[in-house]
């Protein structure tokens, strides 16, 4: 049966612009036309499911480019996390999956979890056990020996050990690659440091690409960049520019290094950022105000964020605004699910457009995940993820934060 969507505004993604009285017509999970409400009421076949939306502005489905959906987000430490069973993990799964598709996020690359449970939670999706986003899954990131996440059992040290992990992710159904090139939160890591060489790096690009995969790499540490640039990296996380003092130091030639080769960056901003800690107590503020000790607590926090924006700020000036993609982190820490909003609201307070901030949640992070061709933008052909916000994107990306439904390949699941 096909179905017919009215809403008052839309904004398809495609050129950053929200236009009046719009809807679609979808067949088959996909979209078979776009326009004026008015030529699409024409010649509606007897079957048509006709759903009128009202007052709101529909949108494409947003894209979280970084998840661990195994992992609680409650503020434990990795150790703690780990303590968990691989099945409790999973039941941690399908709540964070459902939280996240609430909050509008139709599709999600799962980033690093233990032995096979990414596998096995994105299969309990398709087969739709659960509601979920879309997930594409790298199975277990490759890390060295006391790696960062060396916990999730996929230690590879030297070129040939890091091609038999890429060959045997592969085959397990990891939909790309992921690799930690410097440490992280994992207790004993180094982030200031890189991990891998260039020539290790390489030999995951080089595998992954042999097998039509793309690669991911954590990146904190500076060395880790410029190696991460020169083996080929598809998509660098983090960006962080640490030096191994552990302080933030922008490199321009770095900068450029990075634009001219085209790589792709996820700087998950509001995990750098803290902005989980930080959006509620301005909330706070502005409702009924703070204490004398929250106050200097949330001055402290936007001071060490302005540290992680000034960097970005700089990066843009490099030309790298349609390379960047938003990704939460969530699960790591105090990260919870549901809130790529903050992302897109961190974007804006470095030189985005609202515009722009929500087209790199869609059509950018589509694109950098090779989905160009299927998600991303409301256009004929493409799956019908949609969002209804409450609100005009394209002036206010707070409406990003006001889900009012979600459609996943047509069909309302929110």
Known sequence: MDTLILADQMFDGVDGNTRNKQGMRISGGRITQVGHQEELKKDVAPNTEIIDLGNICLAPGLIDSHTHVTLSGDSKTY????????????????????????????????????????????????RGLFPSPRMLVSGRPITCTGGHFHMCNEVADGPDEVRR??????????????????????????????????????????????????????????ESMVRAVDAGIDLMEHAEFLDPDQIMR????????????????????????????????????????????????????????EIRLD??????????????????????????????????????????????????????????????DQIGTLEVGKIADLVALDGDPSKDIGVCSRIRAVFLEGTQVS
């Not at 634009?259 to 989980?276: D, G, N, V």
């Not at 605004?321 to 804006?348: C, E, M, W």
């Not at 030189?351 to 989905?371: C, D, N, Q, V």
Request: hydrophobic fraction near 40%; aromatic fraction near 6%; include cysteine.
């Open 79 to 126: 150790a703690e996390m780990f303590t968990e069973t691989d099945e409790m993990m999973a039941l941690i799964s399908v709540k964070n999956l459902q939280i996240h598709l609430r909050a509008g996020i139709t599709s999600v690359r799962e980033h690093g979890a233990r032995n096979k449970l990414g596998f096995v939670v994105k299969e309990g999706a398709e």
């Open 311 to 372: 960097i970005m700020r700089r990066m843009l000036e490099f030309g790298m605004k349609d390379r960047i993609v938003p990704g939460t982190d969530s699960g790591v820490q105090n990260f919870a699910f549901g809130h790529l909003d903050y992302d897109l609201q961190i974007l804006t307070q470095i030189g985005f457009t609202p515009s722009e901030a929500l087209i790199s949640a869609t059509k950018t992070s589509a694109e950098a995940i090779g989905m160009s």
């Open 165 to 222: 992990s890429v060959r045997r992710l592969v085959h397990e159904g990891a939909d790309y690659i992921k690799i930690m090139a410097s440490g992280g939160g994992t207790e004993g890591t180094i982030p200031g440091r890189a991990s891998y060489s260039v020539e290790e790096l390489h030999a995951a690009v080089h595998e992954a690409h042999h097998f039509h995969k793309l690669t991911a790499a954590h990146c904190r540490a500076k």
């Open 250 to 305: 922008f490199d321009p030639d770095l900068a450029k290094k990075m634009a001219e080769s085209e790589i792709w960056i996820s700087p998950t901003l509001q995990a750098a950022t803290r902005y989980y800690d930080i959006a509620p107590l301005r909330e706070k503020r502005e409702r009924i105000g703070l204490s004398p000790a929250e106050e200097t607590k949330l001055a402290a926090l936007e001071a060490r964020m």
